[in-house]
Nanobody, 122 residues
């Protein structure tokens, strides 16, 4: 599976962005998909995770109520809608695919996109 993330950019605090991650390959629908982020000098952290069907999602506490992960298996795409953005949300965001439906550990994700920069100004 090859992943291509897009949709990052510069936005003011309180604004919104929608990230997209397009996947190649016919097996996209079987994978758990995750959005991770990594800020300078910080560890990569899982922001949101969605299982293969889209029925089970999980979020980092600091983004609950502001971010929504979704997927369209017909389009081989996973999305991250980010609302009420804060400066602390600034990071490089990565999409990833894996076979562990309940894991937050980056090592459990087998495929990674190239990352897209999100910068939130105060």
């Amino acid at each position: 599976v090859q992943l291509q993330a897009s949709g990052g950019g510069l936005v003011q605090a309180g604004g919104s962005l929608r990230l997209s991650c397009a996947a190649s390959g016919r097996t996209f629908s079987i994978y758990t998909m995750g959005w991770f982020r990594q800020a300078p000098e910080k560890e990569r952290e899982l922001v949101a995770r969605i299982n293969w069907s889209g029925w089970i999602t999980s979020y980092l506490d600091s983004v609950k109520g502001r971010f929504t992960i979704s997927r369209d298996n017909a389009k081989n795409t996973v999305y991250l809608q980010m609302n009420s953005l804060k400066p602390e949300d600034s990071a490089v965001y990565y999409c990833a695919a894996g076979n562990q439906p309940y894991s937050d550990d980056p090592s459990s994700f087998d495929y990674w996109g190239q990352g897209t920069q999100v910068t939130v100004s105060s």
